[in-house]
Structures are given as structure tokens and as C-alpha cells.
T-cell receptor
Framework: DGGITQSPKYLFRKEGQNVTLSCEQN?????MYWYRQDPGQGLRLIYY???????QKGDIAEGYSVSREKKESFPLTVTSAQKNPTAFYLC????????????FGPGTRLTVT | GESVGLHLPTLSVQEGDNSIINCAYSNSASDYFIWYKQESGKGPQFIIDIRSNMDKRQGQRVTVLLNKTVKHLSLQIAATQPGDSAVYFC???????????FGTGTKLQVIP
């Protein structure tokens, strides 16, 4: 089955620890995205990547980092510099870019205490 | 700074009735618009999209209407079913820009 997977579904961390969220797609999509969703709000773009070894900051990149070493993978690291990291994180991919349908993963709910 | 979380606008519809979900978009230069459906605890799913050279597009049980004059987008769901209960987001993009801007969403509750 083609799709986009995120792991784990739930993640708990102590304040001050870095944590990496996994995102993998087997859709052969060029573009990949990371969004953050807070309760009752829309999605806010953290980082995006149009091609391997290239990525750009979105609206709320501070305290986050990404890598795109393989087309299939776009991991997100939430660093200790992120002041309010508890949120629902969504990864997405699309064929070529933002004017094409984005396919979303199931999300990772991160809780930092 | 970050905005405070808001209560989502909610639309309650009787099963079998038609639903209309509205969205005001922000950028008059946007030329691509998408509707997504998000069920609780899951990632959004694509429903339908429309480009600015059209004012109406139909899918299976869904229709999207675009009014560029007033920057308004609507999603019509025919014969609403309990499985349609979810949060619906509109999103917009301007050609040449990588960012897709999402609205805050509307919660659709279907009453059996």
C-alpha cells in the first residue's frame, strides 16, 4: 500500500530533551511538509522540502530542525529551544508542490512535561 | 506571538440534509484552493480542490464554489451522513509560493 507513515503516534518527553519525529512516504513524492496543529486551530507550516538535500523554513521554524537525506524520509527534530512543543505534528507530501493535493500522515501527538 | 486557541465554529446538520461550509480566504492573489476533512485524532484528507479559473467544481456528493470577488469559498455536501462528521479546513496557495495557508476549520456535526 502506498502512503505516508509517522511514528510514533504518541510521544512523551521531559522538558529540555530533543526529540525526533519520523515521517516516511512511499508515494515517490518530491515535496514533503511538516505542520503543527494546536487545539482548535488550523495547521501551521514548520518546514518544507521540495527536493532531496534541500529544505526551507516555514512560518514557525524556530526550535525545530529537519533533514532530507532521502526522498522517502523527512524527520523533524523538536529541540529544547522550542518553548511550547506540546502539539499534534503532521507530516505531508505532494507530487510536486503546494498546488497539488497533499497527502497527510496520521500525526504524532507530542507531550512535553 | 502565538494566537490563543479558539473554539471551532460548529455546524450541526440533520442526517440526509445538505451541508454548506463557508470559508473566507485571505489573499486575493491566491489561485489554488483546497478543502480537507480531518477526523478526530487523524491527519487531514483531501476532499476537493479548485483553481481560480473556475468558479465551481463537483465531486462525489461534494461541490466547491469559489467567489473571487468577495474572496469566499464554500463546500457543499449533499445528503450528509454520520461519517461526514469531522472538522473541515479550507486552504489556499498562490502560484510560486510553497506555503499553503490553512483556515482555522469548521466542525460539522451530523445529527442522526
Amino acid at each position: 500500500d502506498g502512503g505516508i507513515t509517522q511514528s510514533p503516534k504518541y510521544l512523551f518527553r521531559k522538558e529540555g530533551q530533543n526529540v525526533t519525529l519520523s515521517c516516511e512516504q512511499n508515494l515517490n513524492h518530491d515535496a514533503m511538509y511538516w505542520y503543527r496543529q494546536d487545539p482548535g486551530q488550523g495547521l501551521r507550516l514548520i518546514y518544507y522540502s521540495q527536493i532531496v538535500n534541500d529544505f526551507q523554513k516555514g512560518d514557525i521554524a524556530e526550535g525545530y530542525s529537519v533533514s532530507r537525506e532521502k526522498k522517502e524520509s523527512f524527520p523533524l527534530t523538536v529541540t529544547s529551544a522550542q518553548k511550547n512543543p506540546t502539539a499534534f505534528y503532521l507530516c505531508a507530501s505532494s507530487t510536486k508542490g503546494p498546488q497539488y493535493e497533499q497527502y497527510f500522515g496520521p500525526g504524532t501527538r507530542l507531550t512535553v512535561t | 506571538g502565538e494566537s490563543v486557541g479558539l473554539h471551532l465554529p460548529t455546524l450541526s446538520v440533520q442526517e440526509g440534509d445538505n451541508s454548506i461550509i463557508n470559508c473566507a480566504y485571505s489573499n486575493s492573489a491566491s489561485d489554488y484552493f483546497i478543502w480537507y476533512k480531518q477526523e478526530s485524532g487523524k491527519g487531514p484528507q483531501f476532499i476537493i480542490d479548485i483553481r481560480s479559473n473556475m468558479d465551481k467544481r463537483q465531486g462525489q456528493r461534494v461541490t466547491v464554489l469559489l467567489n473571487k470577488t468577495v474572496k469566499h469559498l464554500s463546500l457543499q455536501i449533499a445528503a450528509t451522513q454520520p461519517g461526514d462528521s469531522a472538522v473541515y479546513f479550507c486552504a489556499e496557495n498562490m502560484r510560486g509560493y510553497q506555503k499553503v495557508t490553512f483556515g482555522t476549520g469548521t466542525k460539522l456535526q451530523v445529527i442522526p
